[in-house]
């Protein structure tokens, strides 16, 4: 199976509502990252990994922190990798890296991409490359079965969202709401909606994300989705010693 498809059927499995669970990479303390991320693959059905970045656009205050901090105690894609080929475990979930463009550029997409393949990285978010720049990127990943997740907002207008869902791969993000990350209150009335037309264009797993924290929102969301995103709200959890698979659990209560 093609890691792009291992996302995708992961998120199709019958049953509850998938959950995929973002944690910052090395946050919030570089030496139980490993550790960290094997419980949350364990409760998750599929992990999406953030990649420090000291502007951090798409993203609230929680996410921003975690982000700084992790910079601070040296954290980048080099060190991720590194510690990803070093973990002596399987993850029982897909995983993904959520990370800002600049830092894959610097990378370089072929050794990225190879990189991802010994190191069980199965795709890619990358919130700040629209879909018109997302070719270069996106024809390396496919050469060898990675995924390029491509974002679809409420602000996406119908023709765009058949196109950018007929170009996604693993699952289509749906985000929730306009603004950033970590935002609460209630989800927007408009949400149902939505949800239905995105779904109704995609072929693929569709996922909603951006200020889940509560497992009402994700019996809210799952109602007309294919899984719940949560991040800021796991952060948190980490930030305050919380079990991340208790934490995970209870929102799909």
């Known amino acids: 199976m093609l890691p792009r498809d291992r996302i995708s059927s992961a998120l199709s499995r019958q049953g509850s509502p998938a959950i995929i669970a973002f944690l910052t990479a090395g946050y919030p303390d570089p030496e139980t990252f490993l550790a960290t991320l094997q419980k949350v693959a364990e409760a998750a059905d599929a992990v999406e990994l953030g990649v420090p970045f000291s502007d951090p656009m798409a993203d609230g205050v929680t996410i921003q922190r975690s982000?700084?901090?992790?910079?601070?105690?040296g954290v980048n894609l080099h060190w991720i990798f590194d510690q990803l080929a070093a973990r002596d475990f399987e993850l029982k979930a897909p995983l993904m890296m959520m990370s800002y463009l600049n830092p894959l550029l610097a990378f370089g997409y072929e050794a990225l991409a190879k990189r991802a393949l010994e190191t069980g990285v199965d795709g890619f978010l990358v919130p700040d490359l629209p879909f018109e720049e997302s070719a270069p990127l996106k024809d390396v990943l496919d050469v060898h079965g990675l995924a390029l997740v491509q974002f679809v907002t409420p602000a996406t207008s119908q023709d765009r969202v058949a196109t950018i869902t007929a170009n996604s791969e693993g699952l289509v993000y749906a985000v929730?709401?306009?603004?950033?990350?970590?935002?609460?209150?209630?989800?927007?009335?408009?949400?149902?909606?939505?949800?239905?037309?995105?779904?109704?264009?995609?072929?693929?797993?569709?996922?909603?994300?951006?200020?889940?924290?509560?497992?009402?929102?994700?019996?809210?969301?799952?109602?007309?989705?294919?899984?719940?995103?949560?991040?800021?709200?796991?952060?948190?959890?980490?930030?305050?010693?919380?079990?991340?698979?208790?934490?995970?659990?209870?929102?799909?209560?």
């Open 67 to 73: 982000s700084e901090q992790a910079i601070e105690h």
């Open 176 to 253: 929730t709401r306009t603004g950033i990350t970590g935002d609460g209150g209630e989800l927007p009335d408009e949400l149902t909606a939505y949800l239905a037309r995105v779904k109704a264009a995609s072929k693929l797993p569709v996922c909603a994300g951006f200020g889940v924290r509560e497992a009402r929102q994700v019996r809210q969301i799952a109602a007309h989705a294919d899984g719940v995103i949560v991040g800021s709200a796991l952060v948190e959890a980490l930030e305050r010693g919380d079990d991340p698979a208790e934490f995970l659990a209870s929102l799909r209560q």
